[in-house]
């Protein structure tokens, strides 16, 4: 059954460090990153060997069904944070700051990216923004909190952005995300997320950054790649944006494994003796007296 303890215990295993994610940049080795949020997908991801785990806000949208990200609330992310934590061992976690967490004041989202890291138990937290985020970010890493920047398209804000398209495609564009790029470094940011950029100018962006940068529609030259689980497992159905690649078929798995468990419980096919609990013949013996003779008598 798998509430059992046992069935949720895995090997433990030496934690990846930020430093450890600095070297595979330096020696060129691809950083990988999926998103996961809760603790069945903690664990795959890192059963799977990835680097780091993004518990993103994406959860808004592929967990709770919602249309866009920004209703992610502080508390949801707290739930989601907290569960992944624990299947993921060996990954660096991060976990997003939703919208409103962190855009009033430095205050305030110095406040919510101490209450993530003490209540989920993550490794570093991430923001959306360029300009109007450094001052957060610094002041978060003077707290002693680990923050991952994320540029380009910033799916908080796509109502601004002008809806869910690529940034960066003019020069004036490109120009302004490597300047958010390299402040948002100087303010103390340890990874830098890149979203729909042109591969040349995240290319770019990498090669001039000591930070790694993990890029999301913004082609090979990022030092990492991060894709959505429900989208590269092949789970969200319908339309999918150009960057994703679809690596497995889990929704079809999921739903013919369903279906077929349904059709089994129709026919009486399941439980079937193998499934079931017996108890010692005397036993049922009087379990069978007392249950009649404490039938109620017809009237
Ligand atoms: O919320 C998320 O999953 C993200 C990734 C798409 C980078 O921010």
Same mark, same amino acid.
């Given at each position: 059954m798998s509430t059992h303890?046992?069935?949720?215990?895995?090997?433990?295993?030496?934690?990846?460090?930020?430093?450890?994610?600095?070297e595979k940049k330096r020696s060129g080795e691809r950083i990988v990153?999926?998103? =996961?949020?809760?603790?069945?997908?903690?664990?795959?991801?890192?059963? /799977?060997?990835? !680097?780091?785990?993004? @518990?993103?806000?994406? #959860? =808004?949208?592929?967990?709770?069904?919602?249309?866009?990200?920004?209703? /992610?609330?502080? !508390?949801?992310?707290? @739930?989601?944070?907290? #569960?992944?934590?624990?299947?993921?061992?060996?990954?660096?976690?991060?976990?997003?700051?939703?919208?409103?967490?962190?855009?009033?004041?430095?205050?305030?989202?110095?406040?919510?990216?101490i209450r993530l890291v003490k209540e989920t138990g993550c490794d570093m937290v991430k923001v959306e923004g360029g300009t109007t985020t450094v001052s957060r970010v610094r002041a978060i890493?003077?707290?002693?909190?680990?923050?991952?920047?994320?540029?380009?398209?910033?799916?908080?804000?796509?109502?601004l952005l002008g809806g869910y398209r690529?940034?960066?495609r003019s020069a004036t564009e490109a120009v302004s995300i490597l300047d958010q790029a390299r402040a948002l470094e100087a303010a103390g940011a340890s990874l830098l997320v890149l979203e729909c950029v042109p591969s040349p100018v995240s290319a770019r962006i990498t090669q001039q950054l000591t930070i790694p940068t993990i890029g999301i529609g913004a082609g090979p030259g990022c030092d990492g790649q991060v894709l959505v689980y429900h989208d590269l497992l092949g789970i969200t159905e319908g339309h999918r944006p150009r960057f994703v690649k679809v690596y497995a078929s889990a929704a079809e798995t999921m739903r013919a494994g369903i279906a077929a468990y349904a059709a089994e419980v129709r026919s009486g096919a399941y439980p079937a003796p193998e499934h079931e609990y017996s108890m010692p013949d005397d036993e049922l013996r009087l379990f069978e007296q007392a249950a009649s003779g404490s039938a109620p008598q017809p009237a």
């Open positions: 303890p046992a069935s949720t215990t895995s090997p433990a295993q030496a934690k990846l460090s930020l430093l450890a994610l600095r990153m999926v998103t =996961a949020y809760d603790f069945p997908s903690g664990r795959l991801a890192d059963e /799977a060997g990835v !680097d780091t785990i993004l @518990v993103g806000d994406s #959860a =808004a949208m592929t967990v709770l069904g919602l249309d866009s990200t920004v209703p /992610a609330t502080l !508390d949801d992310m707290i @739930v989601l944070g907290r #569960a992944t934590v624990r299947g993921a061992r060996r990954p660096i976690v991060v976990v997003d700051m939703p919208f409103g967490s962190y855009q009033v004041s430095d205050e305030d989202a110095v406040r919510n990216a890493v003077q707290a002693g909190i680990a923050v991952c920047a994320h540029i380009g398209l910033t799916p908080q804000s796509a109502t690529a940034q960066g």
